[in-house]
């Protein structure tokens, strides 16, 4: 204290530092001890405001970030860059803002006169206070300008890396952009035009789009090795333990800053709090929870009449991801209605079960509970859950919630089983915690039982998804739906009732019986028997009998032929990828629908086949996908079989088979019998559809 000049009356209970004093008449009653404490913080709080006078006095308005310029490099000489932009009309209750705004900027040398051939136009738009903002139309300038490739922080990865901390300071620089210079050479390329003249910058300005990297790797240059700093573009969190601690850090900000040049804006910039806004988040020494009293009033909300405008709100509340437990369920019908939308008027069907829903999240978000920080020397809980439509997990540690992950099911996976949805929510979920929980213990809850059958499962997905679970250290346990506390975050749309082992056992092989048959397109009860006995454990040949002799849509659709007729010419191949069989099916459509074409490749010894839907039945289209999806995917064969099609009979076709040197067998013209396995093949690929 004495290095502060700093004298305590007791008896007066007044304490002085460096010429301020203040008076504690509150505590009367306090003890010593007390009183001490009080003259701690105003001790710290006089230290804080001297270092904050002292950066003032010493650094301009706006500074200028030395060693840092910003390039504007195109991918083409500025020769042939054909910018040239007629000015914006401004509305004339805009005009004395925007000739406010240009004075002050040529006030600052952050623009001046521009002769440039290169212009964009100018607009302002007004600000939450009323003022207006100059903005730069530099759409055409970037999309001739190469991109930069410095990564800008992750928001998520930042905000879990607050653990430990519990004093928080916020700098915000003034005008940040505007403290980094524009390379001499590239100044002129930032013109741009109003309605009264022609300026350049001087200075970087928003809206170019390598502006955010070039920031961003400035500051870390500067401030990435420091441990208690976070640095998110012109957004600077300092953190510490204790208030000792973090006086000392902030100086060591201030200093840098000051060295560098950098300026900044005290108004917005905050100190020594318990609490702080930073990046959308009120962050605390315990965790982050979204800022909601200024976004949650509904009314604020109109309802969407368009794809943008929903998307626009879709975007709003995908923000709010991380703390909605399974939002992909709860939005799956509002991006439903953009696929349905009128993709020419851009309109869609708004109704109000769609205001229900918006509703009912807006309401969830306003009610969100803190999501706390995670310490990676502890283990993890995670529990998983998975719906008809969507997956959605929660991560805890220690009872309290780490992160909510949720996402909508493609629609291939909306086919998957049961099982491998469950086992989908689990390997997405590790997927997106990775970064949190890679280096832990995880405890896996679900109330799903038949995932101990994944482990002997054969299907390659299945493979796929044990090799990326074997990086974590996992432990899967089992919990029946009436006892899993997890349920409350997983919010389901549906449950599964706990069965017996027994029970379990049947529903899975029927399970997969169903999954097969549908995606191998209704084969016969002898053909998918050979295909998935060594891939589904334990299933007989009369499970998969009874299955298939009951299908409706076999006996409806499949054709009751009992013998086929003589197969002509040689039928016997007997070495692999010597031979292909190459034909089109088609035209294929239901009533009022384009026709499809589908081109048919088939390996005759293996009878190993590949189906592709050709755009339009031509020589060009199948030439490419013969040479994309066989010629460059397997052996060459020495000879190709086909009919005698427009499309196998052009120049182009037969110079395609002459560069790879196969020799071209077509069959008698009229007589399909000539290429009979792949045509006895077709039959079976129309059954099916």
């Given at each position: ?54 950066f003032r006095h010493k650094m301009p308005s706006l500074g200028t970030i030395k060693n840092t310029v910003h ?83 992750n928001l998520q990865e930042q905000l879990m890396s607050l653990r430990g901390f519990s004093v928080f300071s ?520």
């Open positions: 204290m004495s290095k502060n000049n700093v004298s305590i009356h007791l008896r007066d209970r007044i304490v002085k530092i460096n010429g301020s004093s203040i008076k504690f008449s509150e505590l009367n009653r306090s003890s010593d001890d007390e009183l001490l404490d009080k003259v701690s913080c105003f001790q710290t709080e006089v230290q804080l405001n001297e270092m904050l006078d002292d390039k504007i490099t195109l991918t083409r000489p500025d020769s042939e860059v054909k910018i040239a932009s007629k000015p914006y009309q401004v509305p004339l209750g805009h005009l004395d803002g925007l000739n406010k705004i240009i004075k002050e900027l040529l006030e600052m040398k952050v623009i001046r006169p521009s002769n440039s051939p290169i212009c964009s136009p100018a607009f302002v738009v007004p600000k939450k206070n009323k003022q207006l903002r100059l903005v730069v139309d530099y759409r055409k300038l970037n999309s001739l300008t190469k991109p930069d490739r410095h990564p800008i922080p916020q700098l915000d620089l003034n005008s940040g952009y505007h403290q980094i210079l524009i390379a001499e050479e590239d100044v002129h390329k930032t013109s741009f035009v109003i309605p009264h003249g022609q300026f350049e910058y001087l200075k970087m300005p928003f809206g170019l789009s390598n502006a955010p990297r070039t920031f961003q790797r400035a500051m870390n240059r500067l401030l990435g090795h420091l441990r208690f700093v976070r640095v998110y573009l012109d957004d600077i969190l300092i953190m510490a333990e204790n208030d000792e601690i973090h006086l000392s850090n902030i100086k060591s900000v201030l200093d840098i800053l000051q060295e560098n040049g950098i300026s900044i804006n005290f108004a917005k910039s905050t100190f020594f709090k318990k609490e702080v806004d930073y990046l959308g988040m009120k962050i605390d020494a315990e965790g982050i929870r979204p800022i909601t009293e200024k976004l949650l009033k509904y009314e604020n909300f109109k309802s969407p009449r368009t794809s943008r405008q929903l998307q626009q709100q879709l975007g709003f509340i995908n923000w709010f991801r991380p703390f909605i437990r399974n939002l992909s369920d709860q939005v799956a019908g509002l991006y439903d209605i953009l696929k349905k939308g009128n993709k020419r008027s851009g309109c869609i069907n708004w109704s109000e079960k769609h205001t229900a829903i918006v509703k009912n999240i807006f309401c969830q978000i306003g009610k969100q509970q803190k999501l706390y920080y995670p310490d990676p020397n502890r283990p993890f809980s995670l529990y998983t859950d998975a719906s008809d439509i969507g997956l959605g997990s929660v991560l805890m540690q220690d009872e309290k919630p780490i992160g909510f992950f949720s996402r909508k099911l493609s629609e291939t996976q909306i086919r998957y089983t049961v099982s491998e949805k469950e086992a989908l929510a689990i390997i997405e979920s590790l997927k997106y915690f990775r970064n949190i929980i890679l280096c832990s213990h995880i405890t896996i809850f679900t109330d799903h039982s038949n995932l101990q059958f994944l482990t002997s499962s054969k299907l390659q997905r299945v493979q796929r998804w044990k090799i990326l679970m074997d990086e974590f250290d996992v432990d899967i346990r089992y919990l029946q739906a009436t006892k899993n506390k997890a349920a409350d975050f997983l919010s389901r749309n549906f449950r599964i009732k706990t069965k017996s082992n027994h029970n379990d056992k049947k529903d899975y092989i029927r399970e997969q019986i169903r999954y097969y048959h549908e995606f191998l397109i209704h084969p016969g009860s002898n053909r998918l028997y050979d295909t998935i006995k060594n891939i589904v454990p334990n299933i007989t040949r009369k499970e998969i009998e009874s299955f298939t002799h009951n299908c409706l849509s076999c006996q409806l659709n499949k054709r009751s032929i009992n013998k086929y007729g003589r197969l002509i010419g040689n039928i016997s191949h007997y070495r692999p990828w010597n031979v292909v069989a190459i034909d089109i099916i088609g035209p294929l459509s239901n009533e009022g629908e384009k026709a499809v074409y589908i081109l048919h490749m088939m390996d005759m010894a293996s009878r190993f086949s590949i189906t592709r839907k050709m755009k339009r039945p031509t020589e060009k289209e199948a030439c490419m996908i013969l040479e994309n999806e066989w010629l460059w995917a397997f052996p060459i064969p020495e000879k190709l079989i086909s009919d005698n099609g427009k499309q196998f009979v052009g120049k182009r076709f037969e110079n395609l088979l002459t560069f790879y040197k196969i020799k071209h067998q077509r069959c008698l013209p009229y007589n399909p019998r000539g290429n009979a396995i792949l045509e006895r093949a077709h039959s079976t690929i129309l059954n099916g559809l």
